[in-house]
């Protein structure tokens, strides 16, 4: 069975859950930079949230996409 991630999009106060695929997490080199995004199914905003560790943990371990960001020195 697929992991379902419960999210809420800040424009349209939708409360949904949502499927590993339709997330997407990015770790960059701080917090401002480790964030996870989604597409709001209910409005179609692009919603954009700062992931911490425990988020980070969950959103792997569930199967979400993540993306490695570099920082450019």
Known sequence: MAAMFRAACPD???RFELAA?????AIGASHRTTFYSFTCPDCGAAVRKPA???IIEL???G?????RLHSSV
């Not at 199967?63 to 993306?67: H, I, N, S, Y």
Request: glycine share 22%; net charge positive.
């Open 52 to 54: 911490g560790e425990r």
């Open 21 to 25: 695929e339709a997330l997407r997490l």
């Open 63 to 67: 199967g979400v996409r993540t993306l």
């Open 12 to 14: 349209c106060r939708g």
């Open 59 to 61: 959103l792997t371990g």
